[in-house]
């Protein structure tokens, strides 16, 4: 994403007007410090750097914050948005393309960072005010009373929200092509099956299926990452499973993963090595699409 950023910058202004220092990894705090007395105009900086280096960004006194991907910021209680909400800027714009309406308390999480008064009291009170009375009256078993009080204050959080809040669909690409949707079936390789069948056979999966240990959340994202490339699989093996569950779970589920996957270790060959394309369905398929992509002149 921050490279992205660098390429619009590039594009739409050119390499002369506009030199964007880019605050990324290791040299991000060397960076930052080189920002402040610097002739430099724009900043791009990763949500973790911003939140980890939130106190020298403050001292170059930024003009502006545009943060994009910002449906990150809708919860309150985070460490991140606690961070950023402490660097003081004149102005904030906050740029998403995932629907933010959904949950109002995730709405007013975004709506408070760039605007703080707009509600005139915290998060509590816009549960009283709108969120409740909103969801309330959507529920297929409310009162008349309820609907319409749902309604009016549905209305005026429109009214509010829409002097500084942007919203556009999808009618405006009208510029772009028709968009062609195509679902492909891949098989699995053959180090995939033989992982995903030892994984689904597992007692850990087992007991989820009825209820007990583990969450369907964690085993979901294991095989994501399983269909996805073995190699994300074997770093969680090498690396004793750091980050492989949720929050959710406890030290038995670990100890269960930790034996699922230490057994899973066999079907791997050796030596392993990672990182190779032909071990996923996925990737092989994926390459040779943008070989084909770049033979033709497409990006």
């Known amino acids: 994403l921050i ?7 590039t594009k739409w202004l050119g390499k002369t007007r506009c030199k964007p220092t880019i605050a990324n990894g290791a040299e991000a705090k060397s960076k930052i410090k080189s920002f402040k007395s610097s002739f430099n105009k724009i900043m791009i900086i990763s949500y973790e750097m911003a939140s980890k280096h939130s106190t020298m960004i403050q001292e170059c006194k930024p003009n502006m914050m545009l943060l994009d991907e910002g449906h990150r910021l809708k919860n309150t209680n985070t460490s991140t948005y606690k961070k950023l909400l402490k660097i003081k800027t004149p102005r904030k ?5 995932t629907p933010v309406q959904n949950n109002l308390m995730e709405f007013f999480a975004l709506i408070d960072f760039i605007n703080p008064t707009i509600f005139q009291g915290d998060a509590s009170q816009f549960a009283s005010v709108f969120a409740n009375p909103i969801a309330a009256s959507q529920i297929p078993r409310s009162t008349l009373k309820e609907k319409a009080l749902g309604q009016a204050r549905l209305k005026k959080l ?13 009618a405006v690409l009208t510029h772009l092509p028709p968009i062609h949707v195509s ?9 995939q099956r033989n992982l995903y ?9 087992y007991s989820m299926l009825q209820g007990g240990l583990g969450s369907a959340f964690t085993t979901m994202t294991i095989l994501q990452k399983l ?3 073995p190699t994300l699989i074997y770093r969680k093996i090498v690396e004793e499973l750091e980050d492989t569950m949720d929050d959710s779970e406890d030290e038995a589920v670990e100890d269960e993963l930790f034996e699922v996957w230490t057994s899973a270790k066999d079907q791997f060959p050796t030596p392993y090595v990672t990182k190779q394309p032909d071990h996923s369905c996925k990737i092989t398929v ?3 699409l943008m070989k084909s992509f770049s033979s033709i002149g497409d990006r």
Do not use: Q
């Open 3 to 9: 490279f992205n950023w660098r390429t619009e910058l």
């Open 158 to 170: 429109n009214e509010i929200t829409s002097n500084f809040m942007l919203r556009r669909t999808s």
């Open 227 to 229: 269909l996805l490339h």
């Open 183 to 191: 679902t492909v079936f891949l098989n699995m390789t053959p180090l």
């Open 93 to 97: 714009i906050i740029i998403s393309g």
């Open 286 to 288: 994926i390459l040779d």
């Open 197 to 205: 069948s030892h994984f689904v056979k597992s007692r850990y999966v």
